[in-house]
């Protein structure tokens, strides 16, 4: 969710990550955005590393 402070978590996806991570459960982006851009999302929250691919529509 974005709002006017930026990009914000949605209540719980952190612990989901953090839950589907620790199972083992490989976790991928499918965007058509650019990838810097979904880089530069996940970064920003402190999920990219939950990440093993990250595929963009460029």
């Known amino acids: 969710m974005i ?3 930026g990009l914000q ?3 719980g996806t952190g612990d989901l ?4 991570h620790d199972k083992r459960i490989p976790l991928v ?3 058509s955005n ?3 851009d979904i880089k530069s999302s996940m ?3 402190n999920f ?3 990440f093993s691919a990250l595929a963009s529509g460029q």
């Open 9 to 11: 978590e949605i209540d």
């Open 17 to 20: 990550l953090t839950y589907l």
């Open 48 to 50: 990219l590393h939950y």
């Open 43 to 45: 970064s920003s929250l």
């Open 3 to 5: 709002d006017k402070d």
């Open 29 to 31: 982006i499918a965007s």
């Open 34 to 36: 650019n990838l810097d």
